[in-house]
């Protein structure tokens, strides 16, 4: 039990004494009451809101109950003093030993500091990238591949469980436009003059060994045959070629999902056909005609009956159709389907979607809600496009890739750590720009070198203090004052950053606090640069040495906790 969560449970305790007293009524909802960090520092430690959210419910003036919980936390050992602030604030400054032993905690937790029970080993179902598989990955797809690694990380680390999907489009008119140009790099390696790509096919290089593949297998066999004897056979080939390549640049980042999941098969189980009939049977479904666009009318629209889902009922602007007047079902339809059939494996659903996609949230969230009756919580998260650049300007698309940059052009280039480190450095539905000299600059305004240049210091410190001599057998943590303490109050926040940051589904806020630890151990180290008496090594002071060390190496441990969240390695040296 880390510190906030053990204040919480005084909290809870103090709340309970006040009921058993009579002076707060029993049933009380407590799911708003909360133990942070006060904004300004120089009010305490700990905050709680406490009386401000039990007050009304309880028919109290929020002051006269904020005494009362204060005069119950006072009491703990723990507690130097506690105060209220404003209408009914609570805050509390603890012991200086609270903090050592928070500090002792750090180390004697390691790698689990920080890991939490808040999932409760909820299934979630996190599916990512989730890109057409008509070529290798490119820079379009690394931040929701980083964004929804990093996201399925962190609520494993709060504990739950995580499927890491993806969903293979394989059944639309993409991979047809896929399996056609494959042929014609078959056609190629047997031999033939195929010219220049005609526009509408893929152009990449990346078919050429494709193509050259479908030679050795099948020789001519299909050099002149009609498209429909060749097209099925060339695109599920193709698709696995690609699937190939695919995992392998995911594997470049450390991108490994659990779950392939194929849109193809999925329709040729039947699957959107059980969706459908669900939803008809709950008069969710209806055979109706859509309303004529807004605008001018176009000359060929005609009104057509069509299975319509009533999206309406939750929160859409309009009914929206699962089938096209074809017969073949809709991007939606799809979707719907395969939702469904994600749900009777998780919990809660996540998907991770390029801002582009937007427009859809509304219907989709909306249907799941209807498949699953309200019990399956489904977020959705909007990843906004990367801006490449170079010295400031547009970096150029690569020929052999087809009009684009691939993902691991870039990986090579700058390292996998720099792409993931950067790509979790704003919020995913924030714009972008990712210039190839300032992710890799030394300096504080790169966040990656910062925080990765805090843990190198980190280790080259322990690297010094063995090659000085000095062996750490027993550590003295009063050694420790108030200004190196105020290091372990930051430290000590990072299992609430990692239930928040869980909670909100939002792994950058780990970024962002990295990078505050990362600045306050700087700052701490460079005091010794001024004052002699600040360094962390003191060649003639073994026990204050290793004090310090102790704290550092604590700090080390979380930096490295965050960044193993993050899919980023902690460096030793720099």
Request: hydrophobic fraction near 45%; charge should be negative; glycine fraction near 8%.
């Amino acid at each position: 039990m880390t510190l906030y969560t053990r204040f919480a449970a005084h909290l809870d305790a103090a709340l309970d004494t006040l009921v058993a007293s009579g002076d707060l009524p029993a049933g009380l909802d407590r799911a708003a009451v909360t133990v942070e960090p006060p904004r300004d520092v120089t009010h305490g430690d700990l905050a709680t809101n406490a009386a401000m959210v039990l007050a009304k419910p309880a028919a109290t003036n929020p002051r006269a109950l904020a005494e009362k919980i204060a005069t119950e936390l006072g009491k703990l050992d723990e507690v130097e003093t506690v105060s209220v602030a404003g209408p009914g604030f609570i805050n509390l400054a603890l012991t200086e030993d609270t903090w050592r032993a928070e500090l002792s905690a750090i180390r004697d937790e390691g790698e689990d500091y920080g890991k939490s029970s808040r999932g409760k080993g909820v299934t979630v179902n996190v599916e990512y990238v989730s890109a057409n598989p008509t070529g290798p990955m490119h820079m379009g797809h690394c931040r929701g591949a980083v964004v929804g690694d990093a996201l399925a990380s962190l609520l494993e680390f709060a504990g739950h469980k995580v499927i890491r999907e993806y969903y293979v489009n394989d059944a639309g008119g993409q991979v047809d436009v896929l399996a056609r140009s494959v042929h014609l790099r078959y056609r190629e390696a047997l031999g033939n003059d195929v010219g220049e790509i005609p526009e509408g096919l893929y152009p990449g290089d990346y078919l050429v060994p494709v193509g050259q593949a479908l030679a050795r297998e099948f020789g001519d066999t299909y050099a002149d045959a009609p498209e429909a004897e060749w097209l099925a056979p060339f695109r599920k080939s193709a698709v696995a070629s690609m699937l190939v390549l695919i995992k392998a640049d995911l594997a470049l980042l450390g991108i490994h999902h659990d779950l392939f999941s194929s849109e193809a098969e999925l329709q040729a189980a039947g699957k959107p056909e059980a969706a459908e009939a669900d939803l008809r049977a709950r008069d969710l479904i209806y055979d109706g005609v859509l309303e004529a666009p807004k605008g001018e009318t176009p000359e060929d629209w005609e009104p057509v009956v069509l299975p319509l889902f009533r999206s309406t009922k939750f929160g859409d602007d309009q009914d929206r159709p699962i089938r096209k007047s074809s017969g073949e079902w809709t991007y939606f339809g799809a979707d719907l389907a395969y939702h469904y059939q994600k749900a009777q494996s998780a919990d809660a659903l996540i998907d991770i979607w390029g801002a582009d996609h937007a427009g859809t949230v509304k219907r989709i969230v909306a249907a799941v809600q209807a498949l699953t009756g309200g019990k399956t919580r489904f977020d959705v998260k909007l990843v906004q496009m990367v801006r490449l650049l170079r010295a400031g300007e547009p970096v150029k698309m690569s020929k052999r890739s087809g009009n684009f940059v691939t993902l691991a052009e870039v990986v090579n280039e700058v390292g996998k750590d720099v792409v993931r480190f950067t790509m979790l450095t704003r919020k995913s539905d924030a714009q972008m720009d990712f210039d190839f000299a300032k992710v890799v600059e030394a300096s504080k305004d790169n966040p990656v070198f910062y925080v990765q240049y805090a843990h190198a210091r980190i280790a080259s410190l322990g690297r010094k203090v063995a090659e000085a001599g000095i062996t750490c057998s027993t550590v003295d943590l009063s050694q420790l004052d108030t200004q190196e303490l105020a290091l372990v109050k930051l430290a000590a926040q990072f299992p609430r950053i990692v239930d928040t940051a869980a909670a909100a589904r939002e792994p950058h806020r780990i970024a962002f606090y990295l990078y505050d630890l990362a600045a306050a151990l700087h700052a701490a180290w460079n005091m010794g640069k001024d004052d002699a008496a600040r360094r962390f090594m003191i060649a003639d002071n073994a026990e204050l040495t290793c004090a310090r060390l102790f704290l550092a190496e604590a700090i080390g441990q979380v930096i490295r906790n965050g960044l193993g969240i993050m899919g980023v390695q902690a460096v030793q040296e720099m």
